[in-house]
């Protein structure tokens, strides 16, 4: 149980375009869904809490308007890089929380790589 | 505010030997702290838990974690390592539960010596 999808797993494109990243909850309902991003061989960062039905919750540092979270279901939240460059390129993994008091399951990641 | 802090960026073993990596913390209050493992180019896969319950928690793959209040510790141990265990383990901490934000050590990464 508690199986959190993403996708898509790898997206190579060009310097300017806007990259749509997908996390489903498989087996359970998310009211909390968590977007991370990694850069090699270093630890998760978080970017952003998202809440159904709600704004997200943007960690400081991180534009709101550059990475984009919608969660408009119980079992999708989505993160929208907006004209992405080259220093956008990395590792992003979403978690889902199946219930209160439960640890975050995580989906397996996205390799975005920007040329 | 809680952090974590992993002791050794790298750790090497032996297989058939011990596997233990460190993992200190701290928190403002009672933490909820997990033991995450991650292999190359994928998602964290949860190995164990503790949340202020039984201080010796036992996880998946033959790992287990002894919560000490008193040392701010959470160290992750294996009698007998794997190859299968070489991978990227993160300890983390929550101050609590609910849906609260969870603070990432900086990695341990296990390489396992045939």
């Known amino acids: 149980g508690a199986v959190v999808s993403q996708h898509p797993s790898r997206v190579i494109c060009k310097s300017g375009t806007s990259v749509k990243i997908e996390c489903r909850s498989l087996?359970?309902?998310?009211?909390?869904m968590f977007w991370y991003r990694q850069f090699p061989k270093q630890s998760l960062m978080l970017m952003a809490t998202s809440n159904e039905g709600s704004k997200a919750t943007y960690e400081q540092g991180v534009e709101k308007d550059k990475f984009l979270i919608n969660h408009a279901s119980l079992t999708l939240s989505t993160l929208t890089v907006t004209s992405a460059h080259p220093e956008d390129s990395s590792f992003y993994i979403c978690?889902?929380?199946?219930?209160?008091?439960?640890?975050?399951?995580f989906g397996d990641g996205t390799r975005l790589s920007i040329l | 505010a809680q952090s974590v802090t992993q002791l050794g960026s790298h750790v090497s073993v032996s297989e058939g030997a011990l596997v233990l990596l460190r993992c200190n913390y701290s928190s403002s209050v009672p933490p909820y702290l997990f033991w995450y493992v991650q292999y190359p180019n994928q998602g964290l896969q949860l190995l164990l838990k503790y949340t202020s319950a039984a201080t010796l928690v036992k996880g998946i793959n033959g790992f287990e974690a002894e919560f000490k209040k008193s040392e701010t510790s959470f160290h992750l141990t294996k009698p007998s390592a794997h190859m299968s265990d070489a991978a990227e383990y993160f300890c983390a901490v929550t101050g609590g539960g609910g849906y609260q934000k969870v603070t990432f050590g900086i990695g341990t990464k296990l390489q396992v010596i045939p």
């Open positions: 087996d359970f309902q998310a009211t909390t």
């Open positions: 978690s889902a929380v199946p219930g209160l008091n439960q640890p975050q399951h």
